[in-house]
């Protein structure tokens, strides 16, 4: 297992997703699916550096674990800020047309639908969502 | 990401090429925006595209109702990757894709 403590800002994005990238290229793991897997490490990272501090400031804990038999990737996400659960989000309707959709909401929707689980626990102040891609 | 635009008189195409992410997806709205004037038809060109996420998603929707007010938008070239992001969220109807 990988893990990386890093504060918890946009501007850090892409050294999360290279921190998942060389992980994933090192076990040779398919290009689709490190694309899918690459989209969700950015929307629950990217919504944890707008929300989980707001108006101040923290870190986040990525760690990476490929697993053999089933063969999987999970990727736990931790941080210490206001109680959120993503997976209790309305999902946003996609059947509406362009002029009637909202802006936002897509994000842990498109992580919904292209990870095989997603477990969110809240202890000891922690915020603790991983997520479980087959591989 | 590098965003190549070829205007063609009232015709725009904007050429994606790299990661349309959350780091990204602003420099293309800013382009798009300032770009659009007189436009009645944009072209997006995503063969070298390699990766969108909601961010860029937002800007794609955010064109498409400017669009629809003023002339036509289409997407082209998307990969079998993206197009099934289209696909999961709805894209596919809003988007003309070619």
Same mark, same amino acid.
């Given at each position: 297992?990988?893990?990386?403590?890093?504060?918890?800002?946009?501007?850090?994005?892409?050294?999360?997703?290279?921190?998942?990238?060389?992980?994933?290229?090192?076990?040779?793991?398919?290009?689709?699916?490190?694309?899918?897997?690459?989209?969700?490490?950015?929307?629950?990272?990217?919504?944890?550096?707008?929300?989980?501090?707001?108006?101040?400031?923290?870190?986040? &804990?990525?760690?990476?674990?490929?697993?053999?038999?089933?063969?999987?990737?999970?990727? &736990?996400?931790?941080?210490?800020?206001?109680?959120?659960?993503?997976?209790?989000?309305?999902?946003?309707?996609?059947?509406?047309?362009?002029?009637?959709?909202?802006?936002?909401?897509?994000?842990?929707?498109?992580?919904?639908?292209?990870?095989?689980?997603?477990?969110?626990?809240?202890?000891?102040?922690?915020?603790?969502?991983?997520?479980?891609?087959?591989? | 990401?590098?965003?190549?635009?070829?205007?063609?008189?009232?015709?725009?195409?904007?050429?994606?090429?790299?990661?349309?992410?959350?780091?990204?997806?602003?420099?293309?709205?800013?382009?798009?925006?300032?770009?659009?004037?007189?436009? @009645?038809?944009?072209?997006? @060109?995503?063969?070298?595209?390699?990766?969108?996420?909601?961010?860029?998603?937002?800007?794609?929707?955010?064109?498409?109702?400017?669009?629809?007010?003023?002339?036509?938008?289409?997407?082209?070239?998307?990969? @079998?990757?993206?197009?099934?992001?289209?696909?999961?969220?709805?894209?596919?109807?809003?988007?003309?894709?070619?």
């Amino acid at each position: 297992m990988k893990e990386l403590k890093i504060k918890a800002s946009i501007e850090n994005l892409e050294r999360v997703i290279a921190f998942v990238d060389e992980e994933l290229e090192n076990n040779d793991c398919p290009i689709k699916l490190q694309m899918q897997i690459d989209v969700a490490v950015e929307e629950i990272f990217v919504n944890i550096a707008s929300y989980a501090y707001q108006p101040g400031e923290g870190d986040a &804990t990525i760690s990476i674990d490929i697993i053999k038999d089933p063969s999987r990737v999970e990727i &736990t996400f931790i941080d210490s800020g206001i109680a959120y659960n993503p997976l209790e989000k309305e999902d946003p309707d996609v059947t509406l047309s362009a002029e009637e959709r909202q802006i936002g909401g897509l994000g842990i929707f498109m992580v919904k639908k292209s990870m095989d689980d997603m477990i969110y626990n809240y202890s000891n102040g922690q915020n603790i969502l991983k997520i479980i891609k087959n591989l | 990401m590098t965003i190549n635009k070829t205007q063609n008189g009232s015709e725009l195409t904007i050429a994606l090429e790299g990661r349309l992410d959350t780091t990204t997806a602003p420099q293309l709205d800013e382009e798009i925006k300032s770009s659009l004037d007189g436009v @009645d038809k944009l072209v997006f @060109d995503m063969t070298k595209l390699e990766y969108i996420s909601s961010a860029g998603l937002r800007v794609l929707l955010s064109a498409q109702k400017i669009m629809n007010k003023q002339g036509s938008m289409v997407v082209k070239n998307v990969s @079998d990757e993206i197009n099934e992001i289209f696909e999961v969220t709805g894209f596919i109807d809003i988007l003309t894709v070619e």
